[in-house]
């Protein structure tokens, strides 16, 4: 028994942070402290973003590196500017504009983390590979399939570089979910997965009245009222848990059967609740919901049922080996230890990949948005593996697109206006 489930520190970075590469002993973390400096940008400067750069000052502190922020950019030069001021970084280091990422991009800054609309993600995750840096991604990391598979590739091409990429699904990073997975679905205490189910219901989110957005900048403004700038609240938000359920299925689902629809939202394209059966095959199904509707029963969790017996994802923190590096420090909270993760593993001086596994969750999660806007059962195969089942789903790109923003060929898109079940194709 204990030599089928025991678990280098490899296969820990591939099952529990969806890595794919070794790397060395943990002598280096203490050889490195307070001798090192780590050079951060952040392209984003709105709330999560700042957040994150606080998270990794925080980080710093814990692991005994130094973290100077040394570059900002963001569509708002005004707001790379006002981030300056809190991160003491000089206006000339505070980029603005569609292109602002790479002006970020050609300064020293090492580590790029990440934090605008995930429509952008795509894009600027390419350059930040192409320019040789480490990141941090937020979630989700694209709003179309082709924009994950170029998060896939970006990771692919990150691995071979030596790069390190951290996403920001938080729960990966929490110490509880990661024991009570490595329990589970490592060395299946509970024996087998038969079913589950994960939740994002919530009440109302963003604009409250109707936008009429007339450029470009209205749309970034609200962006989270937008299907082509968001992927909608189920790829947004709810991406989260279905990366949960990813992660403790140890696959991506094989296909989705969704509902949804919009009950109560004032503003912009996007639907407030949807329903999805996700298949992941060999017979285990796993129900996904998540609703931005104010008034209505609300839960924010996971539920796995196994044979012998059922969690939340984070209350069987109990596996008979710990696969967590022991020189890691634990951070105060998931945010802070998504941000020590990245400064331990860019420590370590070889590549990480947690690219695949995000892109992975936010395509199933966009498997499911579509399932229920064309109210067609979809496959994995056909939105992400073989161009020629499917190719208006495998080719499926929103817009507008990143690059619309950087060329100036906006169009606006038709707010109120929605899929509709059955006749809707995509
Ligand atoms: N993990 C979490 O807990 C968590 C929480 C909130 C948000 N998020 C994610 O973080 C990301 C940002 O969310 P937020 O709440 O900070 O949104 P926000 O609107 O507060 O910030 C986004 C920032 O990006 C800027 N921006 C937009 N397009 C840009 C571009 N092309 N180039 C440069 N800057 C651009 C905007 O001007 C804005 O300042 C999203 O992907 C969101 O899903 C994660």
Known sequence: ???????????????????????????????????????????????????????????????????????????????????????????????????????????????????????????????????????????????????????????????????????????????????????????????????????????????????????????????????????????????????IANWFCGRPPVSAVGFGGRARRPAGDMYDFFSVDFDYGEGVHIHSMCRQVSGCWNWVGHEFIYEKGKTNGSDYPKPQQSPLPPDLPRGPSSHVQEQIDVLYYVNQGEPLDQARAVAESTAAAIMGRISAYTGQRVFWNEIMVDPDKKPELYHLTLKPTAEDFEKGTVEIPQEHVLPIPGISVR
């Open 1 to 243: 028994m204990m030599k089928r489930t025991k678990l280098s520190r490899r296969d820990f970075l591939q099952t529990a942070l969806g890595a794919g590469v070794a790397f060395s002993t943990p002598t280096i973390l203490s050889a490195a402290r307070g001798e090192k400096t780590f050079k951060i940008g952040l392209i984003g400067c709105g709330g999560r973003g700042r957040g994150a750069v606080v998270d990794a000052l925080e980080a710093g502190k814990i692991l005994g590196f130094n973290v100077k922020v040394v570059a900002l950019a963001d569509y708002f030069k005004e707001r790379a500017l006002r981030a300056g001021k809190q991160f003491n970084v000089p206006p000339e280091r505070c980029f603005g504009g569609p292109t602002s990422y790479r002006a970020l991009l050609e300064t020293e800054a090492e580590i790029v983390l990440m934090a605008t609309p995930p429509l952008f993600r795509p894009l600027h995750l390419e350059a930040a590979v192409q320019a040789g840096k480490h990141a941090f991604i937020e979630k989700p990391v694209a709003v179309d399939p082709p924009g994950c598979r170029r998060v896939i590739a970006a990771g692919e091409v990150a691995k071979k570089k030596g790069l390190v990429i951290i996403a920001g699904t938080e729960m990966r990073h929490d110490w509880n979910f990661i024991l009570t997975h490595q329990a589970l679905a490592v060395e299946k205490s509970f024996g087998q997965l038969y079913a589950g189910r994960v939740s994002f219901c919530i009440g109302h989110m963003f604009q409250t009245s109707s936008i009429n957005p007339q450029s470009a900048e209205d749309l970034i403004r609200t962006w989270q009222n937008w299907l082509a700038l968001s992927g909608d609240h189920l790829v947004e938000q709810h991406v989260h848990n279905i990366d």
